[in-house]
């Protein structure tokens, strides 16, 4: 598995939820914006975007940590893919 530093995957993960989820590339999502809190993102997108990061990173997450209150921001997300 390569090594991923932490701004290639927060581009990654910014780019996949603005493309795949938001469909907006050019909105402005905050490193602490509540994405599923906030409605960009439901628990349909959430299990989507487990998908994605498994085929991108190689990093399974289990569906415990696929939760509002582990996953609702990039800033969140970013690090449980960093922790592998």
Do not use: C, H
């Amino acid at each position: 598995m390569p090594q991923w530093n932490e701004t290639t995957v927060r581009e990654k993960i910014r780019d996949y939820i603005l493309r795949e989820l938001v469909r907006d590339p050019d909105y402005p999502l905050a490193d602490d914006e509540g994405i599923i809190t906030g409605g960009l993102m439901d628990s349909f997108a959430l299990a989507d975007f487990a998908v994605f990061v498994e085929q991108e990173f190689g990093v399974y997450i289990p569906d415990p940590d696929l939760t509002v209150e582990k996953m609702d921001t990039l800033n969140q997300m970013v690090a449980r893919v960093l922790r592998g």
